[in-house]
């Protein structure tokens, strides 16, 4: 499988940087209470900080901000996934556990400060792009309704949109039976690429202890706009 950004959406905005991981021979199940627990106490602890700090005063939740409307989009009326998370925990309406896939994806978000998904890829059909909406460009969300995705960052397959930093569609959606996993990270700009992949190798080795199996990483740029799975 290819996966690539689209080359127009660089030469306008040569900063952007994806991360990848690829996940085989994974087990979805129940999170483990260790990860339970540390994900709670994780959201307490960034309750108490954000009564001092503002969300949008979060170095990653501002550079994505700032990049969001770059790209055309208003980040007041279409919040990336990192910082809708982060408005959620500073209300102290925690996230519940879901499973492992979905409660350690949130944790990297949290963790990171920017937006990642998490796709199947038994549900993704030949290739990835990830470039830039239009208008016409949407999808039924994991928000439960339909979503306009103009201006913004998006991910496409064969068949179609899939996947964004705002909120992802519930056609690629990672369940108990999932086996096989794709993670884009939506990352920083300002990270340099030895940061990058430093950032990803570490949430590979978390993601895999938890769930077993393989997993390939791979950073997309201006420098390398593809790689193939």
Known sequence: MEIS???????????????????????????????????????????????????TQL???????????????????????????????????YLTPLHSGVDLNNFFSLQYEMPIGLYDVSKIKEFVEITLGHEEVGYEGLNGRFNTLKNILYSRDEVGAFGSPFVDSTRTAVTEETTEALQLFYLRPSLTNEAANDLLMSAGKMFNQIHGGDYQIALLSNDAPSTTL
């Open 5 to 55: 950004i689209n080359q127009s959406l660089l030469a306008q905005h040569p900063e952007l940087k994806i991360g990848i991981i690829h996940y085989t021979k994974i087990v979805v199940a129940e999170s483990p209470q260790m990860i339970k627990g540390r994900m709670q106490l994780y959201q307490e602890n960034l309750y108490l900080e954000l009564q001092d700090h503002p969300v």
């Open 59 to 93: 170095e990653g939740i501002a550079e994505w901000r700032k990049l969001w409307k770059k790209l055309g989009a208003d980040p007041n009326r279409y919040r990336h996934s990192a910082e809708s998370l982060m408005r959620r925990i500073s209300k102290q309406n």
